[in-house]
Protein backbone atom coordinates (compact mmCIF):
# COMPACT_ATOMS: atom_id res chain seq x y z
CA UNK A 1 0.00 0.00 0.00
CA UNK A 2 1.41 3.64 -0.76
CA UNK A 3 1.50 5.48 1.85
CA UNK A 4 -0.14 9.04 1.51
CA UNK A 5 0.59 12.28 3.61
CA UNK A 6 -2.23 13.12 6.05
CA UNK A 7 -4.72 10.54 4.50
CA UNK A 8 -8.28 11.18 4.97
CA UNK A 9 -10.27 9.05 7.44
CA UNK A 10 -12.50 6.88 5.86
CA UNK A 11 -15.38 8.06 7.50
CA UNK A 12 -14.69 11.67 5.64
CA UNK A 13 -14.85 9.92 2.61
CA UNK A 14 -18.40 7.53 3.49
CA UNK A 15 -19.69 11.15 4.23
CA UNK A 16 -19.10 11.50 0.04
CA UNK A 17 -20.98 8.76 -1.08
CA UNK A 18 -23.90 9.03 1.48
CA UNK A 19 -24.32 12.32 -0.07
CA UNK A 20 -27.48 13.75 1.25
CA UNK A 21 -28.69 10.58 2.93
CA UNK A 22 -29.47 11.27 6.84
CA UNK A 23 -27.31 9.48 9.60
CA UNK A 24 -30.47 7.58 10.68
CA UNK A 25 -31.56 6.09 7.39
CA UNK A 26 -27.94 4.96 6.58
CA UNK A 27 -27.66 3.22 9.98
CA UNK A 28 -30.61 1.41 9.97
CA UNK A 29 -29.93 0.26 6.08
CA UNK A 30 -26.27 -1.19 7.69
CA UNK A 31 -28.02 -2.27 10.73
CA UNK A 32 -25.61 -0.14 13.07
CA UNK A 33 -26.61 2.04 15.48
CA UNK A 34 -26.87 6.04 14.48
CA UNK A 35 -24.01 6.80 17.02
CA UNK A 36 -22.07 4.05 15.27
CA UNK A 37 -22.18 5.90 11.76
CA UNK A 38 -22.21 9.55 13.31
CA UNK A 39 -19.23 8.95 15.09
CA UNK A 40 -17.49 7.09 12.08
CA UNK A 41 -18.75 10.15 9.74
CA UNK A 42 -16.98 12.32 12.49
CA UNK A 43 -13.96 10.59 12.44
CA UNK A 44 -14.53 9.59 15.93
CA UNK A 45 -14.46 5.51 15.12
CA UNK A 46 -12.88 3.36 12.27
CA UNK A 47 -14.54 1.23 9.93
CA UNK A 48 -14.85 -2.10 11.57
CA UNK A 49 -14.03 -5.51 8.76
CA UNK A 50 -17.59 -6.07 9.62
CA UNK A 51 -18.43 -2.38 7.97
CA UNK A 52 -16.26 -2.81 5.39
CA UNK A 53 -18.22 -5.82 4.60
CA UNK A 54 -21.65 -4.09 5.08
CA UNK A 55 -20.71 -1.25 2.84
CA UNK A 56 -18.94 -3.08 0.08
CA UNK A 57 -22.01 -4.70 -0.76
CA UNK A 58 -24.20 -1.52 -0.57
CA UNK A 59 -22.04 0.69 -2.58
CA UNK A 60 -20.86 -1.22 -4.83
CA UNK A 61 -17.61 -1.47 -3.59
CA UNK A 62 -14.70 -3.83 -2.50
CA UNK A 63 -14.58 -4.96 0.67
CA UNK A 64 -10.40 -4.22 1.21
CA UNK A 65 -11.49 -0.70 -0.19
CA UNK A 66 -12.89 0.69 2.80
CA UNK A 67 -10.50 -1.87 5.45
CA UNK A 68 -7.12 -0.11 3.78
CA UNK A 69 -8.49 3.24 3.36
CA UNK A 70 -8.84 2.65 7.28
CA UNK A 71 -5.69 0.87 7.95
CA UNK A 72 -3.71 3.48 6.40
CA UNK A 73 -5.32 6.22 8.20
CA UNK A 74 -4.50 4.46 11.34
CA UNK A 75 -1.08 3.62 10.33
CA UNK A 76 -0.24 7.54 9.14
CA UNK A 77 -1.82 8.32 12.53
CA UNK A 78 0.43 5.98 14.83
CA UNK A 79 3.37 7.39 13.05
CA UNK A 80 2.87 10.40 13.59
CA UNK A 81 2.24 9.95 17.24
CA UNK A 82 5.13 11.41 19.23
CA UNK A 83 5.78 8.01 21.61
CA UNK A 84 8.72 6.76 21.59
CA UNK A 85 9.66 3.54 19.48
CA UNK A 86 10.92 0.37 20.64
CA UNK A 87 14.71 -0.86 19.11
CA UNK A 88 14.52 -3.86 17.80
CA UNK A 89 16.92 -6.54 19.59
CA UNK A 90 17.97 -9.77 18.28
CA UNK A 91 16.50 -12.81 20.13
CA UNK A 92 19.70 -15.31 20.93
CA UNK A 93 17.75 -19.10 20.44
CA UNK A 94 19.10 -22.17 21.86
CA UNK A 95 18.44 -25.29 20.39
CA UNK A 96 16.23 -27.74 22.61
CA UNK A 97 18.47 -30.58 23.94
CA UNK A 98 17.61 -34.44 25.09
CA UNK A 99 20.40 -33.62 28.14
CA UNK A 100 18.41 -30.80 29.97
CA UNK A 101 20.50 -27.94 28.54
CA UNK A 102 19.24 -24.78 26.52
CA UNK A 103 15.71 -23.67 25.98
CA UNK A 104 13.63 -27.00 27.37
CA UNK A 105 15.70 -27.17 30.25
CA UNK A 106 14.86 -23.46 31.19
CA UNK A 107 10.97 -23.56 30.50
CA UNK A 108 10.62 -26.98 32.28
CA UNK A 109 9.36 -28.72 28.83
CA UNK A 110 11.16 -32.24 27.52
CA UNK A 111 12.75 -32.05 24.50
CA UNK A 112 12.22 -34.11 21.43
CA UNK A 113 14.52 -36.48 20.89
CA UNK A 114 13.22 -37.40 17.46
CA UNK A 115 10.90 -35.57 14.52
CA UNK A 116 6.90 -35.66 15.82
CA UNK A 117 5.77 -38.19 13.18
CA UNK A 118 2.06 -36.96 11.77
CA UNK A 119 0.30 -39.81 10.05
CA UNK A 120 -1.06 -39.08 6.94
CA UNK A 121 -4.60 -39.90 5.88
CA UNK A 122 -4.66 -43.32 3.17
CA UNK A 123 -7.07 -42.98 0.38
CA UNK A 124 -8.97 -45.99 2.13
CA UNK A 125 -9.28 -43.89 5.77
CA UNK A 126 -10.47 -40.62 4.56
CA UNK A 127 -14.01 -40.02 5.05
CA UNK A 128 -16.40 -40.16 1.56
CA UNK A 129 -18.11 -37.43 1.03
CA UNK A 130 -21.57 -37.80 -0.55
CA UNK A 131 -23.67 -34.68 -2.17
Known amino acids: MTQMFNPLHSGKVLREYLGDMEVTVAAKH ?4 RTTISRILSGALAISADLSLRLSDALG ?19 HKNVPRLRASRLQLRPRTAEGTGTSAQLGTPALKTPIDIPRLSDKSAPELIL
Do not use: K, L, N
Open 61 to 79: SHPSFWYDMQAGYDIWQAS
Open 30 to 33: QHVS
